[in-house]
């Protein structure tokens, strides 16, 4: 069989099986299709499909069509995040500064910290720590994984709900806003490469005199005109991000923060955001899953997962009531959007396949991660409704 052919197995395969069990199975409440398209990647992985029946695996993920799978995957995630720097809304969250500050600060500081403790133990254990990484590294980066709010699973999660337009849904969006800048600061601390500081200052140099430059461009064309530049300018970030020593992914959330949503038709975008989901983002979870390993032993992986699960989502919680405390918000208010803060997938993913590429994480930390991520996205619905229903019979 040629290379073309057992690529197209694969991607037969990653739309196929995913749809049939959200479909059949009827999983929306519990496992929107993004979250079966991510279980479906880490089943078809060599810790799942390549250990039960490795003939079977050799044969379709070939080096070849792993390769091809990436390519495509790179492209996906670059859209991806880039759109997620666009729909940053920075102006809310300056508006009302003191109170996003507070709670944004909270939901992130608390689960940071106990994600860092979470690190720290797992670092008496030998295995986890990537082969290149400082211990730091592996400890922040574990901790800010923990911390992380995947906004545009945010986004999808609140428009099933009926909240996104509700201004208790806004307020929760200049919240995950805040933190999504923040976590990507922290990602470009940690992936940093000491050795080559002065190529990334002269990026972030190049790239500051750039985006001025770039911004009186769009403002002058047709919205037609940028959507296009847009990509053209997409991979010209994440070109000069990963040259620096930096990550194409931190290039392409750099594009996407400088651009204004306003720029861009808002249904368009939203389309935009949705297909990419439907069409190139499975490719992503797929070369996602390829990347999963159990060679720290199935226990231990799913051990660490419960343990990284417990600090994110206690955290979350416990940062968000004691914002809900200073603030005085109302009944409920609280542990509705604690709830919501906590959904990982995605762009936990993202941020975790960063970390791998440096080597600062282990496979087998990886898959904790990854782990942790779908579940906490699994809970985040089945916690929120009877929240959010006894909160809308209050008022």
């Known amino acids: 069989m040629s290379t073309v052919e057992r690529f197209l197995i694969a991607l037969l395969i990653v739309f196929t099986i995913p749809w049939l069990v959200w479909r059949w199975g009827r999983t929306e409440r519990w496992a929107p299709l993004v979250v079966v398209q991510i279980l479906a990647g880490i089943v078809l992985g060599p810790g799942v499909l390549g250990q039960w029946f490795p003939a079977y695996h050799a044969f379709v993920f070939t080096p070849e069509v792993t390769h091809a799978l990436n390519g495509v995957a790179w492209w996906a995630v670059m859209l991806f995040v880039m759109i997620a720097g666009v729909e940053l809304d920075m102006r809310q969250a300056w508006t009302h500064r003191r109170e996003s500050g507070i709670t944004a600060g909270l939901a992130l500081g608390m689960p940071m910290l106990l994600g860092c403790g979470a690190a720290m133990v797992m670092l008496a254990w030998p295995g986890w720590l990537g082969p290149q990484a400082q211990r730091w590294q592996f400890v922040l980066g574990v901790g800010m994984a923990c911390a992380v709010t995947a906004l545009p699973i945010l986004i999808l999660f609140m428009e099933k709900l009926e909240l996104l337009r509700h201004p208790l849904g806004q307020r929760i969006l200049r919240y995950a806003s805040l933190?999504?800048?923040?976590?990507?600061?922290?990602?470009?601390?940690?992936?940093?490469?000491?050795?080559?500081?002065?190529?990334?200052?002269?990026?972030?140099?190049?790239?500051?005199?750039?985006?001025?430059?770039?911004?009186?461009?769009?403002?002058?064309?047709?919205e037609q005109d940028r959507w296009y530049l847009a990509l053209i300018w997409l991979a010209a970030c994440a070109l000069g991000a990963d040259w620096a020593g930096l990550h194409f992914m931190v290039g392409a959330f750099l594009a996407g923060a400088v651009l204004d949503a306003h720029w861009f038709d808002q249904d368009r975008m939203d389309l935009l955001r949705h297909h990419v989901?439907?069409?190139?983002?499975?490719?992503?979870?797929?070369?996602?899953?390829?990347?999963?390993?159990?060679?720290?032993?199935?226990?231990?992986?799913?051990?660490?997962?419960?343990?990284?699960?417990?600090?994110?989502?206690?955290?979350?919680?416990?940062?968000?009531?004691?914002?809900?405390?200073?603030?005085?918000?109302?009944?409920?208010?609280?542990?509705?959007?604690?709830?919501?803060?906590?959904?990982?997938?995605?762009?936990?993913?993202?941020?975790?396949?960063?970390?791998?590429?440096?080597?600062?994480?282990?496979?087998?930390?990886?898959?904790?991660?990854?782990?942790?991520?779908?579940?906490?996205?699994?809970?985040?619905?089945?916690?929120?409704?009877?929240?959010?229903?006894?909160?809308?019979?209050?008022?």
Do not use: C, Y
Request: glycine share 8%; proline share 2%; charged share 15%.
């Open 179 to 222: 933190d999504d800048l923040a976590i990507w600061g922290v990602l470009a601390l940690i992936v940093m490469d000491w050795a080559r500081v002065g190529r990334q200052m002269a990026f972030l140099l190049a790239f500051v005199l750039a985006a001025l430059a770039f911004r009186r461009l769009m403002v002058r064309v047709t």
């Open 277 to 395: 989901l439907l069409t190139l983002m499975p490719v992503f979870f797929l070369s996602t899953g390829l990347r999963t390993s159990w060679t720290m032993g199935g226990l231990d992986v799913l051990l660490a997962a419960a343990l990284l699960l417990a600090a994110a989502v206690t955290g979350k919680l416990i940062g968000v009531h004691l914002a809900g405390r200073i603030l005085r918000w109302g009944p409920g208010e609280a542990s509705l959007i604690g709830w919501l803060l906590q959904t990982k997938a995605l762009i936990m993913i993202i941020f975790a396949n960063v970390l791998l590429d440096r080597a600062i994480i282990s496979s087998g930390t990886f898959t904790a991660l990854l782990l942790m991520a779908v579940a906490s996205t699994m809970i985040t619905i089945p916690m929120v409704e009877p929240r959010l229903a006894s909160i809308r019979r209050a008022a």
